[in-house]
C-alpha cells in the first residue's frame, strides 16, 4: 500500500480486503511507518475497521489523535465497526474536535456503540 505506484498500491489495498484478520499485524505496522502519508493512513485505519479483529482497537484508538481530521473521523467509524465500547472515552474527546466532521463521526459512533452495549 505504500508503492508511490497508485495501481499497485491499489492492488495491495484489494489484497488485504480478502485477507482480514490475518493483515493486522501488517496494516498496524503500515499505519506506523506512515507519518507523513495521511492517504496510507487513512486507508490503513478504514481496513482495520473491516478485519473484525479486536487486536486492530489499540491502534484505532490511537488514531483518534492523528493529525488529519480524515483519518480521525475514520477512526471512529472503524471502532464503532468493531463495536469496541472500550473505546468510548476516547472518542467522546472528539466531541470537541476543530473538525465537524470529526465531531459527527465520533458522535455518530458514540450513539451506535451505547446502542450495542
Do not use: W
Request: some cysteine; hydrophobic content about 45%; glycine content about 2%.
Amino acid at each position: 500500500m505504500l508503492d508511490p505506484n497508485p495501481r499497485l498500491a491499489d492492488a495491495a489495498y484489494d489484497a488485504v480486503l480478502f485477507d482480514r484478520e490475518e493483515a493486522v499485524p501488517d496494516l498496524i505496522e503500515c499505519y506506523q511507518k506512515s507519518p507523513r502519508d495521511a492517504r496510507t493512513r487513512f486507508f490503513t485505519v478504514q481496513l482495520l475497521g473491516f478485519s473484525s479483529a479486536q487486536a486492530a482497537v489499540p491502534t484505532l484508538i490511537a488514531a483518534l489523535r492523528d493529525e488529519d481530521e480524515a483519518v480521525r473521523a475514520e477512526a471512529c467509524r472503524s471502532l464503532e465497526d468493531l463495536s469496541a465500547e472500550v473505546a468510548i472515552p476516547d472518542i467522546e474527546r472528539l466531541l470537541a474536535d476543530h473538525e465537524a466532521s470529526v465531531r459527527e463521526a465520533a458522535t455518530d459512533a458514540i450513539q451506535a456503540l451505547r446502542a450495542t452495549g
